[in-house]
């Protein structure tokens, strides 16, 4: 993925418990706060158009990476909420954040370990795509859920494995190891230790409903 921009040394961040946003996958993401509204306008004027994507590690601190997305598109409501669609370009390691003369945080970023998540989309030599989607239908199956199994059998490594990671309702802590899973393959091991953990764990119950 050939970027026709360059990374900048800072961006805003939007802290978000619990979300995962993967290089080159797609995150919808709803915006209504004044200080994000303001955040979004200002992001719209820039050539880079990104929004550091982060999760909050405690009171008053960052987890100390992220990734940032690309704003590809975005629809405003009747009521004046923006629905926004986020391109995953790469991950970054935070280095300093300052809230400065704007309402919302901007983010030093430090883009120097992640030089593949600008290249293009990975592959997992050793992904037993069957044994995957086998232990991913038991959970689905044992909370009822339904999945679009045909789109998961056609869909490349990089794709399955990051839209897995960022759609299932692991915990905070979890979503955030996925993210920092150095290669897919790595992410890809973790995911099916999470969803093998999931079917035992009948405390996330609630959170599949």
């Known amino acids: 993925m050939a970027l026709r921009f360059d990374l900048p040394d800072w961006l805003p961040l939007f802290p978000l418990t619990g979300a995962l946003l993967l290089p080159r996958a797609r995150l919808p993401l709803q915006i209504f706060e004044p200080r994000y509204l303001q955040m979004l306008d200002d992001v719209l004027k820039t050539d880079h158009r990104l929004i550091g994507v982060i999760q909050p590690s405690g009171e008053d601190e960052l987890a100390p990476i992220g990734c940032a997305g690309r704003v590809t598109g975005f629809t405003e409501t009747e009521e004046g909420r923006y629905m926004i669609s986020l391109r995953g370009v790469s991950r970054f390691r ?84 996925l993210l920092e899973a150095e290669t897919l393959s790595e992410r890809r091991r973790m995911l099916s230790g999470l969803i093998e953990f999931a079917l035992h764990d009948s405390g996330r119950e609630e959170r599949l409903q």
Do not use: C
């Open 94 to 177: 935070l280095t300093d954040a300052e809230e400065g003369f704007a309402p919302y945080l901007k983010g030093r970023a430090d883009w120097g370990d992640y030089a593949r998540d600008t290249g293009p989309a990975e592959t997992d030599q050793g992904f037993d795509r069957a044994a995957l989607i086998a232990r991913l239908r038991r959970l689905m199956d044992q909370h009822e859920m339904s999945a679009d199994w045909d789109s998961m059998a056609e869909a490349g490594d990089e794709a399955l494995v990051n839209s897995l990671s960022m759609a299932l309702p692991f915990e905070p802590s979890e979503k955030q190891a």
